[in-house]
């Protein structure tokens, strides 16, 4: 099999020839900009600055002599914007507080504050307010939460939609130009298409950058979910009618070249329970959430791609009956996600895209052979049968070390070996 082939085998339930491997197609299995510059390193790739596709989390490019000695199955389309709302392209360099030379966006425009911070703004506007902040000798972005005083008389829904609008032809063109790039790889190709993922709150100000409106605190948002069921279901409905136009008219640009769809970023759990009830989900969610599975699954061959940290196990059966193919990032050391019952309950109706080995624990702080031990007793739970794209729970983060990636690449090509 080819890389492309044993992704849609995994994705139809079939055993492929091996478990495929999934490390930085998205923003959500990706690896921090200095990891991927150890990696390079150790693999005697050409010395060169990381391109960060993500300057929220600071995740870094993988390019292709990188995936090639990685073995990487998946090709990811990142967008055109990032979550502060700039165009991922334009490069320039920049150089982390630790002395890593960088590649960023050209409007990646920062300042440092008294205390050594480094400060972000969105769509590159410094005359703006920052919403990013990375504490001084960080790795990643905190946002800032850029929230008036709300009044509830006259709270309006659009408030919340300001980044959420029709795409445009200028942007099919370039979306058209960057799903090509990503198929003509071979690959099975994820696509984060922006303006067709929905039901997160926005970190981002939205069009008024002085003085932004609307909900912008996630707190605040959550609390929203029973302080005001009505704004959250208005601000759902144009979101997906939103969602739905620009669907169709991706669709008709790049037709079946996607075979993964990323849908939403929500998360509904926490490490041992959860942001709201199923019930609740049941009724914020689900219906829009299906509304979008539904036209994807009835014009499309595209599998649908729902990201969740934290114990879920109590939304699966909806993730399912509302239509989504995938579940990331499998995180199993939450409570009631543990890898055997996931696998037995819901393995012929999900794709865990994910949980290949703890971040929190023993990527970061084990060692080598821990990494590798559980790596292997991941696959043995999750592959038979398909439905597994090996990547770790969640991002790779800085400082994590070189040893343990490497151990973990390993263990899964051992694990392909032997089967």
């Known amino acids: 099999m080819n890389s492309k082939d044993r992704i849609l085998s995994s994705l139809g339930h079939t055993t492929p020839d091996g478990v495929p491997i999934d490390i930085g197609s998205t923003p959500v299995t990706g690896i921090h900009a200095s990891c991927v510059a150890t990696l390079r390193d150790h693999y005697g790739l050409k010395k060169q600055p990381v391109k960060v596709h993500e300057p929220y989390q600071m995740l870094g490019t993988v390019d292709e002599d990188l995936k090639q000695a990685i073995g990487i199955d998946v090709e990811g389309y990142y967008g055109i914007e990032t979550i502060f709302g700039f165009r991922i392209k334009d490069w320039k360099p920049f150089t982390m507080d630790d002395g890593l030379d960088i590649l960023v966006p050209g409007d990646f425009n920062t300042t440092t504050d008294a205390k050594g911070d480094t400060l972000l703004f969105p769509r590159g506007d410094t005359s703006a307010p920052p919403s990013g902040r990375m504490p001084k000798d960080g790795y990643f972005f905190d946002a800032i939460v850029r929230q008036e005083e709300i009044d509830d008389d006259a709270l309006n829904p659009a408030d919340n939609l300001e980044e959420f609008n029709p795409v445009s ?11 090509e790039a990503a198929a003509a790889t071979g690959r099975a190709v994820i696509a984060n298409f922006g303006g067709t993922s929905f039901g997160d709150i926005a970190l981002v100000p939205g069009v008024n950058l002085q003085h932004p409106k609307g909900i912008r605190d996630i707190a605040e948002w959550y609390m929203s979910l029973k302080a005001r069921p009505d704004y959250v279901h208005a601000v759902f409905t144009r ?18 070249s996607v075979d993964v769809v990323m849908i939403c970023g ?26 979008v599975n539904d036209w994807i699954h009835e014009n499309t061959t595209w599998k ?26 499998v ?5 009631h996600m543990e890898p055997d019952h996931l696998k037995a309950t819901f393995g012929d109706k ?12 023993t990527l970061p702080f084990g060692t080598p052979a821990e990494v590798r031990e559980e790596v292997l007793r991941r696959c043995e739970i999750f592959a038979p049968n398909g439905g597994f794209v090996f990547n770790p729970v969640h991002n790779i983060q800085a400082r994590t070390p070189l040893a343990n990636i490497v151990a973990m690449i390993d263990a899964v090509h051992e694990f392909n070996g032997r089967h």
Not at 276 to 284: A, G, I, K, P
């Open 169 to 179: 032809d200028a942007d099919l063109d370039e979306i058209q130009q960057g799903v």
């Open 239 to 256: 979101q997906c009618e939103i969602a739905l136009e620009n669907l169709v008219r991706i669709h008709a640009r790049v037709g079946n």
């Open 266 to 291: 929500t998360d509904f759990g926490t490490q041992t329970s959860s942001f709201c009830s199923v019930e609740t989900f049941q009724e914020l969610w689900f219906p829009y959430y299906k509304q």
């Open 304 to 329: 649908t791609f729902k990201h969740s940290c934290g114990s879920v196990e109590k939304f699966l059966e909806s993730f399912i009956d509302c239509g989504f193919d995938i579940l990331n990032p």
């Open 331 to 335: 995180q199993c050391s939450a409570k």
């Open 350 to 361: 999900l794709v865990f895209w994910g949980g290949g080995v703890d971040t929190q624990e």
